[in-house]
């Protein structure tokens, strides 16, 4: 589904396990609880959407942006986040998150990290 377009449509407990998306718009679409583990999702976008209870587990998200998106409870377990934008994202609610994900995330003083993480000196993303 190259550059399927998903904005505002509500694709709640959605079974969207090893998907291939790249470029996928999911802009203000309500995902909730949906299962995305393992899809490919590169160069996606998740701004403002509800990815409450969601899963990314082994997902490949790498050039993805979730600008603004819901991320509370949200399982992000070995997934590939190189220079996914998660600029002013609250992520303190996720699950699995790792610091090496962090690192070679893209993010600003806005986005809320979980406890243990921290931001990196420098994010390796520029504008």
Known sequence: LYRASFTGT???GADLRNSSLPRVDFTGANLQ???LSKADMIRGTFDGADLTDSSF???I???ASFKAAVLNGSDWRSAYLYRT???GA????VKGLEQLQIQQSCGDE???LPAG???????????
Do not use: K
């Open 61 to 63: 998200l790498a050039r």
């Open 10 to 12: 509500t694709l709640t």
């Open 85 to 87: 934008n998660l600029t």
């Open 117 to 127: 993480i921290t931001a990196p000196d420098s994010w390796p993303c520029v504008e």
């Open 33 to 35: 609880g949906a299962d």
């Open 57 to 59: 587990a082994s997902a």
């Open 90 to 93: 609250d992520l303190s609610g």
């Open 110 to 112: 806005t986005t809320v």
